[in-house]
C-alpha cells in the first residue's frame, strides 16, 4: 500500500477513536439518563408488587428477601453507574436527582429485605416505592419533554 | 402395544416437560415489552417444534436412527462436525443456564447462597437420574412442570381485555429491532433443538419401532401443543401486570411473581415449584443431548439403557457437559444472560441439524411407506424457510439491540 | 434395506460414516474411511479409528485435527477390518464377529475406565 494512503487511514482511525471516546463511555446525553430513570421507575414498580406481597403477607419471606437483596443490587448499581458518569451540561440537575432517587431505592429494598416478613415495614416500603416510582416517571417526562 | 392411558400419560409429562428457562425469560419479557403482541410467534415455535419432533421421532422409530446418526451419515464427516461442535456449544450454554436457574429458584426457596444450590443441584441431579428409569425421569420432571399451570390461571383471573389478546395471535410484523430481536428469542425458546435431539435418542432408549408413530404423532401434536398454551400464558400475565407497569423482568424470580400477585403464597410456590420441576427435567434433556449427540457421531456405545458400564464414554461425557454447566454456573454471570445467549445462538445452529433430518424423513429408502407424505412436507421445508430467516437475522438482532436492553 | 457384501452400492452413501454393530449387538465404531483395491475398484476393507480423522477434514485443518488425534497408528488408532467381516448392512453396518476380536470398541471396555469403582456399580 503506497504510503501517502496508509498516513490518511491511519489519520482517519484516530480522528475515529477519538470522536468515539469523546461522546462514547464515561459521558452521560439526556437520552441515556433518560433509560436510566426508566429502568428506576421500573424498579420502584417491581418493588412496590414485592412489598404489597409482605404487607398483606401474601408471600413468601424467602422469596420478598432474595429478591429485594437482587433489586435493591440493581438499583445500587445503576446509582453507581450514573454518579460515575459525567453528566452533559444540560442534564447536570437530572442527573443528580436520578442519584437520589436510585440511592432512595436502595434504601427501600434494603429495609424490605431486613424486615422481609413484617407488615408494617411492607406497607412502609410499599408507599415508599410509589412516590419513588413517581418522582421518577415525572424526571422522565421532563427529560423527554426539554429538547 | 401401549394402552391410551399410557399414551395419555406420556402426552401429560411432555406437556409439563415443554417450557425450560429459556421460554420462561423470554416469554416474561416479550409480555413486559410488547404486551401480547408476540403470542403469535410463540404459537409458530411451538408447532415448529412439534413439527421437528415428529419428523426425528419418526426417523428414529422407523430406521433406528437418532438425530446425529442422521447428521454423520448424511451430512458426512467434516460437515457433520461443524454441525457437532455448535450443537455441543449451545448444549453446554443449556445446560449452565439451566443449572443455574434451577440454583436461583432453589435460593428464592430456601435463601442459603446460589454458589451452594449449584453444587446441590449437580449431585441432586446424578443421583435422580441414577436412581430412576429413563420413563420415570420424563415423568417426574414432566408431571412437576404441570404446575405452572398456575399460570394459566393467572391469566384467567387477571381478566385482561381478550380481544387484545386475540390479536396478539396475528401474525404482525414492527420494523422495530427490539420487537424483532423478541420474535426470534421467543420463536427460538420454544424450538430448542436439544429437546428434540433428547427426544430422537429417547426414542431409542424407549426402543420405539414402528408401532409407535401413532404415539409419536400425538406427542408432537398434543404435548408440545399444550405445552405452547403454558407458554402464551407466561406473556399474557405478564403483558397484563408488567407491561402497563413498566417492569422490565431481568430476574427470573420476578417470573413469579403474576401468580404471588393473583393466587398470594400459594400462587408463588405453585409458580415456583412448576418452574424448578421445568428447569431441572430442562438440564437433564440439554446434558442428555449433549452426551448423546457426541457419542452418536463418533460411534460410541451410548444411552442410559445401556448403563455406564456398557457405555463409559458416553456416562463420562454426561457428567462432563454437567460439570461444565457446574462452572457457567459459577462464572459469576447472571443465568439470565446466559440463557440469552443459549436461545439465541441455537437457532443459528438449528439449520445444521434440521436439513439433514428433513432430507432422511422424505427419503423411502430410509423410510419406506412412512417417508414424508404432503402435510409434513409443506410444513417441514415451511418451517426450513422460517428458520433460515431467523438465523440469519438471531445475532446481528442479538448486537444491534444489546441483548434486548435496548 | 438390506444389502449382502459383495453387492454393488452407492459407497459414499451407504457405507461411509455409519455406525457399526458387532454380532452381540453392540456399538463399536463408525466406518471412518475405505479401502478400495483391484481394477474396478472394490471395497476390500472398512477403516475404523480416530487416526483417520485427519484425512476427513478440509487440508487446512489437517494439521491441527493430527495434533489432536496423533500420528495414524495402525492397530491403535486405526483400525483394518476385512470386508469379510461385514455380515450386512441396513441401520449400521453389522459384523459378523464380536468387537474385542476385531480390536474395536476398546474405548468402551469398562475396565479401561475403572468404571467399578463408580459410586452406583
Excluded at chain 2, 423410510?367 to 407424505?373: K, P, Q, S, V
Excluded at chain 3, 452413501?13 to 474411511?33: A, F, H, N, S, T
Excluded at chain 3, 478440509?58 to 467381516?85: D, M, S
Amino acid at each position: 500500500m503506497p504510503l501517502p494512503r496508509a498516513r490518511l487511514l491511519t489519520g482517519a482511525a484516530t480522528a475515529l477513536v477519538a470522536a468515539a471516546l469523546a461522546t462514547g463511555c464515561g459521558d452521560l446525553s439526556r437520552g441515556e439518563l433518560q433509560r436510566g430513570v426508566q429502568s428506576l421507575s421500573a424498579l420502584a414498580a417491581q418493588g412496590r408488587l414485592l412489598a404489597d406481597g409482605v404487607a398483606r403477607d401474601r408471600t413468601k419471606k424467602t422469596y420478598a428477601r432474595v429478591m429485594s437483596r437482587t433489586l435493591g443490587a440493581a438499583a445500587q448499581h445503576e446509582a453507581e453507574k450514573l454518579a460515575d458518569a459525567t453528566p452533559a451540561s444540560d442534564a447536570q440537575r437530572e442527573r443528580d436527582r436520578a442519584v437520589d432517587l436510585a440511592g432512595e431505592l436502595s434504601e427501600l429494598y434494603g429495609r424490605l429485605q431486613t424486615f422481609a416478613g413484617d407488615e408494617h415495614v411492607g406497607r412502609e416500603v410499599g408507599a415508599g416505592m410509589r412516590r419513588v416510582q413517581a418522582k421518577a416517571d415525572a424526571l422522565d417526562e421532563s427529560l423527554g419533554a426539554r429538547p | 402395544m401401549k394402552t391410551i392411558g399410557k399414551i395419555a400419560l406420556g402426552i401429560i409429562a411432555a406437556i409439563g416437560g415443554f417450557l425450560d428457562i429459556g421460554d420462561l425469560v423470554f416469554n416474561t419479557q416479550a409480555g413486559a415489552t410488547f404486551r401480547f403482541d408476540l403470542l403469535w410467534a410463540v404459537v409458530l415455535g411451538t408447532i415448529g417444534i412439534a413439527v421437528y419432533a415428529e419428523m426425528c421421532g419418526r426417523v428414529a422409530a422407523v430406521s433406528g436412527r437418532p438425530v446425529f446418526d442422521v447428521i454423520r451419515m448424511r451430512l458426512g464427516f467434516s460437515t457433520g462436525l461443524v454441525a457437532l461442535v455448535a450443537s455441543t456449544f449451545v448444549n453446554l450454554l443449556t445446560v449452565g443456564a439451566e443449572l443455574g436457574g434451577l440454583a436461583l429458584i432453589l435460593e428464592l426457596l430456601f435463601d442459603t447462597t446460589y454458589s451452594m444450590f449449584v453444587i446441590l443441584a449437580f449431585f441432586l441431579l446424578i443421583v435422580i437420574v441414577a436412581g430412576l428409569p429413563f420413563g420415570g425421569l420424563e415423568r417426574l420432571f414432566g408431571y412437576g412442570g404441570l404446575l405452572l399451570f398456575v399460570f394459566v390461571a393467572t391469566a384467567i383471573h387477571q381478566e385482561p381485555d381478550w380481544t387484545a389478546v386475540g390479536n396478539g395471535f396475528i401474525p404482525s410484523i414492527k420494523w422495530d429491532p427490539t420487537y424483532l430481536y423478541f420474535v426470534v428469542g421467543v420463536f427460538s425458546a420454544a424450538l430448542m433443538p436439544y429437546e428434540v435431539h433428547f427426544y430422537s435418542s429417547g426414542a431409542i432408549e424407549e426402543r420405539w419401532t414402528k408401532r409407535n408413530l401413532k404415539e409419536n404423532r400425538l406427542n408432537a401434536m398434543f404435548g408440545y401443543g399444550i405445552g405452547g398454551i403454558l407458554a402464551c400464558a407466561l406473556i399474557v400475565v405478564s403483558g397484563q401486570l408488567f407491561h402497563p407497569l413498566g417492569v422490565d423482568p431481568t430476574d427470573l424470580g420476578t417470573v413469579a411473581l403474576p401468580a404471588q400477585d393473583a393466587f398470594g403464597e400459594t400462587g408463588l410456590l405453585l409458580a415456583l415449584g412448576g418452574m424448578l420441576f421445568a428447569i431441572g427435567g430442562a438440564t437433564i434433556d440439554s446434558s442428555f443431548a449433549g452426551a448423546y449427540n457426541v457419542a452418536q457421531f463418533l460411534g460410541w456405545e451410548w444411552g442410559r439403557y445401556r448403563g455406564p458400564r456398557k457405555a463409559p464414554r458416553f456416562t463420562i461425557a454426561w457428567l462432563l457437559f454437567l460439570a461444565l454447566g457446574v462452572v457457567l454456573a459459577e462464572s459469576g454471570i447472571n443465568p439470565v444472560d446466559i440463557t440469552e445467549y443459549s436461545v439465541v445462538f441455537s437457532v443459528v445452529a438449528l439449520p445444521f441439524t434440521y436439513l439433514p433430518l428433513i432430507l432422511i424423513a422424505r427419503d423411502r429408502t430410509f423410510m419406506g411407506e412412512h417417508a414424508n407424505g404432503r402435510l409434513a412436507s409443506v410444513l417441514g421445508w415451511g418451517y426450513f424457510a422460517v428458520i433460515i430467516v431467523l438465523a440469519i437475522a438471531a445475532i446481528p438482532l442479538l448486537l444491534a439491540t444489546n441483548g434486548g436492553g435496548g | 434395506m438390506s444389502l449382502r457384501s459383495g453387492e454393488e452400492i452407492r459407497l459414499g452413501y451407504r457405507l461411509l460414516d455409519e455406525q457399526i454393530i458387532d454380532v452381540d449387538g453392540k456399538r463399536c465404531g463408525r466406518v471412518d474411511d475405505l479401502e478400495l483395491r483391484h481394477d474396478p475398484p472394490r471395497v476390500t476393507a472398512i477403516l475404523v479409528g480416530v487416526g483417520l480423522y485427519p484425512r476427513r477434514v478440509p487440508r487446512r485443518l489437517r494439521g491441527l485435527v493430527r495434533r489432536l488425534v496423533g500420528p495414524e497408528t495402525w492397530g491403535e488408532n486405526a483400525l483394518r477390518i476385512p470386508w469379510e467381516e461385514v455380515d450386512r448392512i441396513d441401520a449400521a453396518v453389522r459384523l459378523k464377529g464380536k468387537a474385542e476380536e476385531l480390536g474395536l470398541g476398546n474405548g468402551d471396555d469398562p475396565d479401561r475406565w475403572m468404571v467399578r469403582r463408580l459410586p452406583w456399580n
